[in-house]
């Protein structure tokens, strides 16, 4: 059997838990190598606790069981379409991912966004183990370039009941030679913010959200941002580590205004607001600075800041080629969020990730608040070369999963590893 044509023999599904507890879709896909060699890949779907209108719809259960949240439908998914795909050749990405566009319907809602992220994730990394290759390898030969990590060091919004309304409070530790060093910076920062907190708010400013980062008792965008401003001088990092945020703006919209610190604000008030923080601290990425629909704004945005800061398409964008469009037609934006189970299919994701990068945008791969210990996505951000992850806090299992992948890649480049700027 030649490597080009090596075959899906099995396909497996199975129930387990996410970082919050809740059920999620493992897949694995067994293919034969010849010569008696068995091929493995393993795919698992996250979950968002913010989502987009417009993302692909995870299929859950619904009833008593796991509060309704259970994927025992999906696992029923993943067996009917096995039949279409055990026979075909793993090697053929864009052919599986086809089938599962086909089968899943408009945001994938007929068989469910979970059911085509697993598979589709599980079929990539069974041809890679199949020809004894890296993920990272397989998808692009010639890649070398480590992400600059994004960390979430401080979670508001619905990834914690803080009462902070901006969502995620980011260190970006930018300014260094290799990934390793990034990241050894990123973590005394994170421990140093954690002694700083628990000085000014007591011992429960320690504990963490969704994603890793602490959740004090803060409701002021600039209390947070000066703490964690104080963290980075106190490991004399001023110059080389910058702040990021994602205010994920749609959860505090309310009535065509925004409730944010204490304050009801408008469109333009709040956009007022981000350009004085960008003025006051080294902010560098505004993700979701607005309400989903508020398009008109964030091409507002984009023009008076967007040489001054990355400004992020999350929910706008929802990792989908049609409305990526529409942002880089209208200006709006100059990054793209990437997250594999927002579209459903690894062909799309990356298809969306050339777009952007061929209209010049920024790609930035992207962890779920409900995560798991698979490690697709480091792979995915190496291959890609876009230069920058976002997979939490350097803390709790399922975050420093992607971060210690990143340290294994980075070692087996060697000296042609790349530290993405």
Same mark, same amino acid.
């Given at each position: 059997?030649?490597?080009?044509?090596?075959?899906?023999?099995?396909?497996?599904?199975?129930?387990?838990?996410?970082?919050?507890?809740?059920?999620?879709?493992?897949?694995?896909?067994?293919?034969?190598?010849?010569?008696?060699?068995?091929?493995?890949?393993?795919?698992?779907?996250?979950?968002?606790?913010?989502?987009?209108?417009?993302?692909?719809?995870?299929?859950?259960?619904?009833?008593?069981?796991?509060?309704?949240?259970?994927?025992?439908?999906?696992?029923?998914?993943?067996?009917?379409?096995?039949?279409?795909?055990?026979?075909?050749?793993?090697?053929?990405?864009?052919?599986?991912?086809?089938?599962? *566009? @086909? &089968?899943? +319907?408009? !945001? =994938? /809602?007929?068989?469910? #966004?979970?059911?085509?992220? $697993?598979? %589709?994730?599980?079929?990539?990394?069974?041809?890679?183990?199949?020809?004894?290759?890296?993920?990272?390898?397989?998808?692009?030969?010639?890649?070398?370039?480590?992400?600059?990590?994004?960390?979430?060091?401080?979670?508001?919004?619905?990834?914690?009941?803080?009462?902070?309304?901006?969502?995620?409070?980011?260190?970006?530790?930018?300014?260094?030679?290799?990934?390793?060093?990034?990241?050894?910076?990123?973590?005394?920062?994170?421990?140093?913010?954690?002694?700083?907190?628990?000085?000014?708010?007591?011992?429960?400013?320690?504990?963490?959200?969704?994603?890793?980062?602490?959740?004090?008792?803060?409701?002021?965008?600039?209390?947070?941002?000066?703490?964690?401003?104080?963290? *980075? @001088? &106190?490991? +004399?990092? !001023? =110059? /080389?580590?910058?702040? #990021?945020?994602?205010?994920? $703006?749609? %959860?505090?919209?309310?009535?065509?205004?925004?409730?944010?610190?204490?304050?009801?604000?408008?469109?333009?008030?709040?956009?007022?607001?981000?350009?004085?923080?960008?003025?006051?601290?080294?902010?560098?990425?505004?993700?979701?600075?607005?309400?989903?629909?508020?398009?008109?704004?964030?091409?507002?945005?984009?023009?008076?800041?967007?040489?001054?800061?990355?400004?992020?398409?999350?929910?706008?964008?929802?990792?989908?080629?049609?409305?990526?469009?529409?942002?880089?037609?209208?200006?709006?934006?100059?990054?793209?969020?990437?997250?594999?189970?927002?579209?459903?299919?690894?062909?799309?994701?990356?298809?969306?990730?050339?777009?952007?990068?061929?209209?010049?945008?920024?790609?930035?791969?992207?962890?779920?608040?409900?995560?798991?210990?698979?490690?697709?996505?480091?792979?995915?951000?190496?291959?890609?070369?876009?230069?920058?992850?976002?997979?939490?806090?350097?803390?709790?299992?399922?975050?420093?999963?992607?971060?210690?992948?990143?340290?294994?890649?980075?070692?087996?480049?060697?000296?042609?590893?790349?530290?993405?700027?």
């Amino acid at each position: 059997m030649s490597m080009d044509s090596i075959i899906i023999k099995r396909i497996l599904a199975r129930e387990i838990l996410d970082s919050r507890g809740n059920p999620t879709l493992e897949v694995d896909i067994l293919t034969d190598c010849g010569s008696g060699k068995i091929g493995f890949g393993r795919g698992v779907a996250p979950s968002g606790a913010s989502t987009g209108k417009l993302e692909a719809i995870e299929i859950r259960d619904g009833g008593k069981r796991y509060y309704g949240k259970g994927v025992k439908k999906a696992i029923e998914n993943v067996n009917r379409i096995s039949k279409k795909l055990i026979g075909m050749n793993v090697m053929e990405q864009n052919e599986i991912d086809k089938i599962l *566009i @086909e &089968e899943g +319907g408009e !945001q =994938k /809602k007929e068989i469910g #966004g979970n059911t085509t992220t $697993a598979i %589709s994730m599980a079929a990539c990394a069974a041809a890679a183990n199949s020809i004894e290759k890296d993920i990272f390898e397989y998808l692009n030969p010639n890649a070398r370039i480590l992400p600059v990590p994004m960390m979430n060091v401080i979670n508001g919004g619905k990834h914690a009941g803080s009462g902070l309304a901006i969502q995620e409070f980011m260190i970006i530790p930018k300014k260094f030679n290799t990934f390793s060093e990034a990241l050894q910076a990123g973590s005394e920062i994170y421990h140093s913010l954690g002694s700083i907190l628990t000085k000014k708010y007591g011992q429960s400013a320690r504990n963490v959200g969704d994603e890793g980062g602490y959740a004090p008792m803060i409701r002021n965008t600039e209390e947070a941002l000066d703490s964690i401003v104080k963290a *980075i @001088e &106190e490991n +004399g990092y !001023q =110059k /080389k580590v910058f702040l #990021g945020i994602d205010a994920a $703006a749609s %959860s505090f919209h309310e009535l065509k205004h925004y409730r944010i610190d204490g304050r009801t604000i408008n469109g333009i008030e709040l956009m007022r607001f981000y350009q004085e923080l960008i003025k006051r601290y080294p902010l560098i990425s505004i993700e979701d600075p607005f309400e989903e629909t508020e398009w008109e704004l964030l091409s507002r945005f984009t023009r008076e800041s967007g040489k001054d800061v990355q400004i992020v398409g999350d929910d706008y964008f929802v990792s989908n080629i049609k409305m990526l469009r529409k942002g880089i037609n209208n200006k709006a934006a100059n990054a793209l969020l990437l997250k594999v189970n927002q579209i459903g299919t690894v062909t799309e994701a990356m298809n969306a990730a050339r777009i952007a990068m061929n209209s010049d945008y920024n790609v930035i791969v992207s962890h779920r608040s409900g995560e798991t210990e698979d490690t697709f996505i480091a792979d995915l951000a190496v291959a890609l070369e876009c230069g920058q992850i976002k997979t939490g806090a350097p803390c709790r299992g399922e975050r420093t999963a992607k971060y210690n992948r990143l340290l294994r890649i980075e070692e087996k480049l060697g000296k042609k590893a790349r530290f993405g700027k």
